[in-house]
């Protein structure tokens, strides 16, 4: 049976695991965070996308031969 004690340990526990990855890992936590911002921004885009018209190809493919 786990007791109120037992459940107050094992939170304090979590928030020194949480506090440890935040102050010692911060390169690691910013480059999480990074990712996670841009997964949302290609979902955006690409929610985006699927609204828009569509482009024939060979429009698109002129148009980077012609910047060449």
Do not use: C, W
């Not at 390169?27 to 569509?54: C, N, P, R, W």
């Amino acid at each position: 049976m786990v007791t109120a004690t037992d459940n107050a340990a094992l939170k304090e526990a979590f928030k020194d695991a949480i506090r440890e990855i935040v102050f010692e890992n911060k390169e690691f936590l910013h480059e999480i965070l990074v990712e996670a911002m841009e997964d949302v921004a290609m979902s955006h885009a690409i929610e985006e996308g699927e609204k828009s018209a569509t482009v024939d190809p060979k429009v698109v493919y002129d148009l980077l031969d012609s910047a060449q």
